[in-house]
């Protein structure tokens, strides 16, 4: 069975750094394009990072963009995002996905077949 689990989640201030694991159990998704995705309160689930599968193409949403890093490890299987002077705004439950085998980055859920459960992250200002 699948298991995409988040960790590293918590309540900063304003300006503080975060990084998030992702830690993938069962078949292996080292071939997998992977990424990051957010949901606000009371919003709809955003884009945020994603990562091919041979590391050589990441993609960022505008709101990460020069802050956020995303990265992978592929034979520990674990996806890591980085996240610099966070914001009030980036307050969210960060999830991430598996998606296609050897694929682009992308930021449409559409592309992404497993989900984690999500990670609750509170930027204080």
């Known amino acids: 069975q699948v298991q995409l689990v988040e960790s590293g989640g918590g309540l900063v201030q304003a300006g503080d750094s975060l990084t998030l694991s992702c830690a993938v159990s069962g078949p292996s998704f080292s071939n997998n394009v992977m990424g990051w995705f957010r949901q606000p309160p009371g919003k709809e689930r955003e884009f945020v990072a994603s990562?091919?599968?041979?590391?050589?193409?990441?993609l960022y949403a505008d709101s990460a963009k020069g802050r956020f890093t995303v990265s992978r490890d592929r034979v520990k299987n674990l996806v890591d995002l980085q996240m610099n002077i966070l914001k009030p705004e980036d307050t969210a439950v960060y999830s991430c996905?598996?998606?296609?085998?050897?694929?682009?980055?992308?930021?449409?859920?559409?592309?992404?077949?497993?989900w984690g459960q999500g990670t609750q992250v509170t930027v204080s200002s």
């Open positions: 996905a598996a998606g296609i085998e050897y694929s682009a980055p992308s930021g449409r859920t559409s592309d992404y077949s497993f």
């Open positions: 990562i091919s599968w041979n590391y050589a193409r990441t």
